[in-house]
């Protein structure tokens, strides 16, 4: 079956600019995550999806960013005022449930550059 | 904030030796997880060790985790080209918000030379 899906796979703008990340986790994955890669790190918790509700936005950086998932299948991240620091690869995941033992499935990402 | 720390940084061997990454971190996990990612890629779930466990074996891969040092080493038998990648140690504790998040590590990155 279809992994998780991310488009675009690329996406440049001009500081100042807002933008959205679109993820399509896989089928019947109740739990989706949004990370952060920067270049030379590991990828970074965002923000948590349960169905349609954001159990844990801990990791959004500031409120520029915000994310939604209306029907509790595609998600998108939006993010407003970008900056270039927020230049980096936005990777999703998903899973079948939060158990702790659910492996997260990730997708290939948006690499955002903020120009 | 990053939660492990994968030492080396950056290794390279030839095909058909032996790779050995070890991570550290910090904090009482749930569980314990090694991703790779290969160059402009997505992350792949290699293996999963929970915190009960001390070794778990697929494949060419041999994990072990010590939760008294809070570490854990990924070994990779028998290597080959195709196992070059950067590989991520990720620990999965509940947030406490509903979530089991996964902090990563900084990785290694591995080159096997043909």
């Known amino acids: 079956g279809a992994g998780v899906s991310q488009t675009p796979s690329n996406k440049v703008t001009e500081k100042g600019k807002y933008v959205e990340l679109r993820c399509d986790p896989i089928s019947g994955h109740t739990a989706l995550y949004w990370y952060r890669q920067s270049l030379g790190q590991g990828p970074e918790f965002l923000i948590y999806f349960q169905g349609t509700g954001a159990a844990d936005d801990s990791g959004l950086p500031n409120d520029r960013f915000f994310a939604v998932r209306p029907e509790g299948s595609v998600s998108t991240l939006k993010i407003q005022r970008t900056e270039r620091g927020d230049s980096a690869v936005y990777l999703c995941?998903?899973?079948?449930?939060?158990?702790?033992?659910?492996?997260?499935?990730f997708g290939p990402g948006t690499r955002l550059t903020v120009l | 904030s990053q939660q492990g720390e994968e030492d080396p940084q950056a290794l390279s061997i030839q095909e058909g030796e032996n790779a050995t990454m070890n991570c550290s971190y910090k904090t009482s996990i749930n569980n314990l997880q090694w991703y790779r990612q290969n160059s402009g890629r997505g992350l792949v779930h290699l293996i999963l060790?929970?915190?009960?466990?001390r070794e778990k074996h697929s494949g060419r891969l041999r994990v072990t985790l010590d939760t008294s040092k809070k570490s854990s080493s990924l070994l990779i038998t028998a290597s080959r080209a195709a196992d070059t990648a950067s590989y991520f140690c990720?620990?999965?504790?509940?947030?406490?918000?509903?979530?089991?998040?996964?902090?990563f590590g900084k990785g290694t990155k591995l080159s096997v030379i043909p």
């Open positions: 990720a620990t999965d504790a509940y947030s406490g918000a509903g979530s089991y998040q996964l902090t």
């Open positions: 995941a998903s899973s079948l449930g939060t158990s702790g033992l659910n492996e997260q499935f």
């Open positions: 060790i929970r915190s009960n466990e």
